[in-house]
């Protein structure tokens, strides 16, 4: 067991998210070996964040740990690295997962209804026309992009279903989306970190005020939609207040988006790099699918990082953390964590310990409410795709954002 950090190794640098994956898993490897958590210094950017850097949880023992023991690890006042400045929330409300309880206990209580059994049952017929659809649009454009043809369309189709979004403001909902997802993880300079922090609340207000209106409509004429059920829920005598209506409605398009989506292009990329996997795979689709949607979770880590702040004196794996201190829980290392996955870089889809993986977030109260949404339309969509195009295959390199929060794909080319 080591106890220092290799110099080429900095979680706060940009230069380090530039590097390619395989780089940084390697990297990450090599940080799962040392005595204890390592700390990071951060850049002060003025306005934008504190620069007080954090210490990396990169084990999967030490992550469950975080995950699991909320009330020291708090996820307020925010959740992502770097923080936003203090004002954003007073200006468009707070996300649930910027919440501890009660008040986190209190949101997730009345939005729970949204991923029901039941309610995912109901979907399903809904998902399944979507994919229809966009396989049939595939099929008449021929192969371009997988990500702009195939994987963003169905999650926020889904969503928009879900909320009883009308068509006419769909095509504003996807690139409001797109603007906000764009401002995740590190900014090179602050010139650029104002200008995209700037489209980055301009779209997320827009999201806000777009669902707000359309639940006073709601309020005064329900509809069997999910907007209609959150303005007129009372679940112990409370119900969602029309800017935690706004908060839920951006945080369900972009975290809900962005799981299912970059899992998808993902994962098309993983079966036509490992083709004994998408042999074995196709061979029993309905044996192997859920395995399947698990190991690319895994494998993938869609969202890379959450960050938490601690909220009185703990000792973990023999560091002392303070109250203030700042932790921040690399999924995807912890998904790689050789004592949990044996091999953990090799795609398999046959994993028993796979259901081990953090990739929807660790065990604990901020679980991802959506995780079986976002099961279910991978499952729907590639069950639609490999039906009707069994040739389907990755063409090229997949073009990635650069991030240390959202392992997002750009594009993807693909043929059939």
Known sequence: ??????????????????????????????????????????????????????????????????????????????????????????????????????RHARLRRIVSRAFSPKMLANLQGDIEKAATRIVDDVIAEGP??????????????????????????RAKVHEHVDVSTAYTGVRPSLARSVRMAGQNMLALAALQRMV????????????????????????????????????FFALLLVAGNETARNTMAHGVKLLTDNPEQRELLLSDFDAHIGGAIEEMVRYVSPIMQFRRTVTEDYDLRGLHLKPGDKVVL???SANRDETVFPDPDRFDITRTE?????????????????????????????????TRLPGLRAQGEPELLLSNFDNSVRSQGFTF
Request: aromatic share 8%.
């Open 1 to 102: 067991m080591t106890t220092a950090v290799a110099p080429d190794i900095d979680l706060a640098d940009l230069s380090f998210w530039r590097r390619p994956p395989r780089e940084r898993h390697e990297a990450f490897a090599r940080l799962r070996q040392l005595e204890h958590p390592v700390f990071f210094e951060e850049r002060r950017v003025p306005l934008l964040r504190s620069g007080r850097g954090f210490y990396a949880l990169v084990r999967h023992s030490d992550v469950v740990e975080a995950s699991r023991n909320a009330k020291v690890f708090s996820s307020e006042p925010a959740v992502t690295s770097p923080e936003p400045p203090g004002w954003v929330k007073h200006v468009f409300g707070e996300s649930m997962v910027n919440m501890d309880d009660p």
């Open 144 to 169: 371009r992009d997988f990500v702009t043809q195939v994987a963003a369309r169905l999650p926020i189709h889904v969503i928009c279903d879900m909320m009883g979004i009308p068509d006419d403001m």
């Open 212 to 247: 707000i209106k359309l639940g006073r409509e709601r309020s005064e004429s329900p509809q069997g939609d999910l907007v209609s059920a959150l303005v007129t829920a009372n679940v112990d005598g409370e119900r969602l207040t029309w800017r935690e209506l706004g908060s």
């Open 330 to 332: 690399f999924y995807g």
């Open 354 to 386: 796979v259901k081990q993986h953090v990739g929807f977030g660790g065990p604990g109260p901020h679980f991802c409410l959506g995780a079986n949404l976002a099961r279910q339309e991978i499952r729907t969509m590639y069950r639609e795709l490999f």
